[in-house]
């Protein structure tokens, strides 16, 4: 079996290459942005699209777990697509609860009744150092982050990368984001783990870093 392919990008912090972020020594695992059901929810409303997205979603996420054997998986909004998908993204996370001690659920903003009746959701995360929101309501989460809150980790962009060769070749990867939102305090947007969202560019002034998420490999892209 091939080890996970994974970037450091803080101590302990580990990025792995199919869009998943790690904490070695805290034992949680954080991925933004599932989307589950987007095809049974657009079939729902007249779209066909190909059905390989739940089950490429379940299979890498009992992978991540096996690999680095997390205490908590920590899902950052946006779990389900719409409310056309609660029952298959019910059946998702039943599926993985066997696998991970305990999964903590963060209201997203596609995250609709249907699915939170039945499953607990929470508006905010901490860890030390760390803390987790989903991203659509940043400014007023941000307002009530405290001084042992070093990180503050999101969802909701889907921040993305275009790489081009000069010639006419252009590639868009998905990427985590670090932006400085104070002197010593940073935002950390997490990839969407969605195969459906390509994603597209974060504009800020105060990004410092993008690390980009490939098949097989992620590696560190300044800033512009």
Not at 36 to 51: I, M, R, T
Not at 162 to 184: F, H, N, W, Y
Request: net charge neutral; proline share 6%; hydrophobic share 45%.
């Amino acid at each position: 079996m091939k080890p996970p392919v994974v970037a450091r990008i803080e101590d302990d912090v580990l990025l792995d290459s199919r869009r998943a972020l790690v904490h070695a020594t805290q034992r949680w695992m954080a991925v933004a942005d599932i989307h589950f059901g987007y095809e049974v929810h657009q079939a729902k409303k007249g779209a066909l699209l190909p059905d390989f997205g739940m089950p490429q979603i379940e299979q890498t996420l009992k992978a991540l777990i096996a690999d680095h054997l997390p205490r908590r998986l920590i899902l950052v909004g946006d779990i389900m697509d719409g409310s056309g998908s609660a029952e298959e993204t019910l059946n998702l996370l039943a599926c993985l609860q066997p696998h991970v001690a305990e999964i903590i659920c963060i209201l997203g903003n596609h995250d609709r009744p249907a699915l939170r009746r039945s499953w607990p959701f929470v508006e905010t995360h901490r860890e030390e150092g760390f803390l987790f929101s989903h991203g659509h309501h940043f400014k007023k989460v941000e307002n009530h982050a405290t001084d042992g809150d070093a990180v503050h980790i999101t969802g909701h962009e889907h921040p993305a990368v275009s790489l081009s060769d000069g010639a006419g070749l252009r590639l868009k990867l998905p990427a985590l984001v670090r932006e400085l939102i104070a002197q010593s305090r940073e935002r950390w947007i997490l990839p969407a783990f969605s195969p459906w969202a390509a994603g597209g560019a974060y504009a800020s002034r105060t990004v410092k870093e993008h690390w980009i998420c490939a098949p097989g490999r992620v590696w560190r892209h300044a800033a512009a």
